[in-house]
């Protein structure tokens, strides 16, 4: 991602409603350490790239994950990435310990295994509305 413009910086007001949450929510995510924007003295801005990171954070709530766990997987994408979206382009070493990246590494398997049983029961709730249409 290239860097952002400062067209293309958004205020918090704007950035929360395009990720579909309230400007109270991001200062919360920011307080937690989840989401880190732009600072310009007083300012803090935010770009597409943070309202994507958002809509993951709230999209891995929906799917169970705790803060804490979240705060564990943002933390993998700022050695990625840094605040404005653009890739670093140094080897700094994952900011996590063994204990959580096994953690992650479970809850990870878990979540696999429950995604193919869900999907297992979709395809089998598929076949059975086609022949209930068809007959």
Known sequence: MA?????T??????????AGV????LRYYEELGLVEPIKEGAQREFTSYHVTLVQHIQQLKQLGFS???IKQI?????VLFGPDGTPRR?????PLSRGQVAALQEKTSR???????QQELLERLEAFLQR???Q
């Open 111 to 117: 979540l696999k295994t429950a995604i193919a049983e």
């Open 90 to 94: 140094t080897h700094d070493p994952i």
């Open 132 to 134: 209930s249409v068809t």
């Open 22 to 25: 309230t400007a109270r929510t």
């Open 3 to 7: 860097r952002a413009s400062a067209k």
């Open 67 to 69: 803060l804490e766990e």
């Open 9 to 18: 910086r958004l205020k918090i007001g704007d950035a929360a409603a395009q």
């Open 74 to 78: 943002t933390a993998l994408k700022k």
